[in-house]
């Protein structure tokens, strides 16, 4: 985990585990083009409220969109399996862990293959900028908190955490067996948006959006 910030609240630990040594050797190497402030809240809005674990499957999955279209034709083909059934019948598959475990959330799988541009922004933002990315999704936490549009439910927890000097939003599912996915519209969640240029990223949800019982993330 050398050289990530850890205020991505639990999911800096997750996603350096999914993270090999290669991936994190080619994250150090990148030399891309790298997003601005304003292009990293407008590209994270749509997913930063989600639950911290979650959260961490769908950025590292962003990091392999051909195998998110692959698991997506796959969920289409077996809607009948779900939660952790989905994720043990994909077990034989060569994607990446965190591709595998988002077949457990096809109405958060079928957003991110039917906006492949905007995954592929969220993959390289992964590869690029982990700090910035755990910057961004605090920062929109916080907006979120104090428009008042972010705060503990029945379906989830949200807590402020310490871990070695830094605080960080923590957002939890109230029964860890049901994780619940939050839907909400960026362009009023987050109160008064700050980069009239960059213009929250907003995607309708499919139908049924909702929850997947699951007993633990792979």
Do not use: C
């Not at 999911?11 to 601005?36: C, E, K, Y």
């Not at 957003?111 to 541009?117: F, I, K, Q, T, V």
């Not at 949200?158 to 939050?182: F, K, L, R």
Request: proline content about 8%; aromatic content about 10%.
């Amino acid at each position: 985990e050398a050289g990530m910030d850890r205020r991505l609240m639990f999911t800096v630990g997750a996603i350096a585990l999914t993270m090999g040594p290669t991936r994190l050797i080619w994250a150090q190497q990148a030399d891309s083009r790298l997003f601005s402030q304003g292009e990293l809240d407008q590209i994270l809005a749509p997913v930063a409220l989600y639950p911290d674990a979650l959260l961490a499957q769908v950025l590292m999955a962003s990091t392999y969109p051909i195998e998110v279209n692959e698991a997506a034709a796959w969920t289409r083909d077996h809607p009948n399996v779900t939660g952790n059934a989905a994720v043990s019948a994909v077990g034989d598959e060569t994607w990446d862990v965190s591709v595998k475990s988002m077949v457990a959330f096809p109405q958060t799988l079928s957003m991110m293959n039917e906006n492949l541009d905007w995954t592929q922004k969220v993959g390289d933002a992964m590869i690029g900028q982990q700090k910035d990315v755990a910057d961004s999704v605090q920062r929109l936490r916080a907006k979120a908190q104090t428009a008042g549009n972010l705060k503990s439910t029945p379906q989830q927890t949200v807590s402020t955490q310490t871990s070695e000097g830094q605080a960080a939003i923590v957002i939890q599912p109230a029964n860890p067996e049901v994780v619940y996915v939050p839907y909400y519209n960026p362009n009023w969640v987050y109160g008064n948006w700050a980069y009239p240029a960059y213009p929250p990223s907003y995607f309708p949800p499919p139908a049924y959006y909702g929850s997947a019982l699951l007993t633990g993330f792979m």
